[in-house]
């Protein structure tokens, strides 16, 4: 089955710095890969996602990059702001489900 | 984006009843439902996959008897967590997708503590 690996499990930035979070995935066949914010004692909230006929996709501060042939994903993260601090997690699609990353806590020190 | 509500947020119970939890989506019909369990600092392990009207699909590991999972309807899905015990404390979320969806919408979660 599909096995996710994210790294690193804490980064901590400046504000205004970039943050990047790498996972790497082994299920050729998963073509779906979301992230997820998660913030204390609530349930994770898509943030962006990218399907494998997509190499890099961007949305505002947030970009994602995929590469298929070496079997992993990125999260960049451009000019952080403190509210950006949170939990992010990688998923990939297996049929359907999703298996999850371990998971980057991201501070943002003012 | 589509909304999850999960019921409720919070629960606490004793040793040996049995808990209920509720994912209901508000406004579009979810033929499936992904229940998740996450531990402290831990990722989220999908526990089951229930599609309406059928018998929910267990993840290998997971007491079918103990979580049981219920999709009635195209709008609700239930876990009910059976003679709870302590070592069942855990944030429980589910997450909703419909036929036409590309992804699944997620919950709030319950945080569940058995005492």
């Known amino acids: 089955g599909e096995n996710v690996e994210q790294h690193p499990s804490t980064l901590s930035v400046q504000e205004g710095d970039s943050a990047v979070i790498k996972c790497t995935y082994s299920?050729?066949?998963?073509?779906?890969f979301p992230w997820y914010k998660q913030e204390l004692g609530k349930g994770p909230q898509l943030i962006i996602d990218?399907?494998?006929?997509?190499g890099e996709k961007k949305d505002q501060r947030i970009a994602v990059t995929l590469n298929k042939t070496a079997k992993h994903f990125s999260l960049h993260i451009t000019e952080t702001q403190p509210e950006d601090s949170a939990v992010y997690f990688c998923?990939?699609?297996?049929?359907?489900?999703?298996?999850f990353g371990q998971g980057t806590e991201l501070s943002v020190k003012p | 984006g589509a909304v999850v509500s999960q019921h409720p947020s919070r629960v606490i119970c004793k040793s040996g009843t049995s808990v209920k939890i509720e994912c209901r989506s508000l406004?579009?019909?979810?033929?499936?439902m992904f229940w998740y369990r996450q531990f402290p600092k831990k990722s989220l392990m999908l526990m089951a996959t229930?599609?309406?009207?059928?018998?929910?699909?267990?993840e290998q590991g997971v007491e079918k008897d103990k979580f049981l999972i219920n999709h009635a309807s195209l709008t609700l899905s239930t876990l009910t967590v059976t003679s709870a015990h302590p070592e069942d404390s855990s944030f429980y979320i589910c997450?909703?997708?419909?036929?036409?969806?590309?992804?699944?919408?997620f919950g709030q979660g319950t945080r569940l503590t058995v005492v």
């Open positions: 299920d050729s066949a998963s073509n779906y």
């Open positions: 990218i399907r494998s006929n997509v």
């Open positions: 998923a990939a699609d297996q049929g359907g489900k999703l298996i």
């Open positions: 997450s909703a997708l419909a036929r036409t969806m590309t992804e699944a919408f």
């Open positions: 406004d579009f019909q979810a033929t499936t």
């Open positions: 229930s599609n309406e009207g059928s018998k929910a699909t267990y």
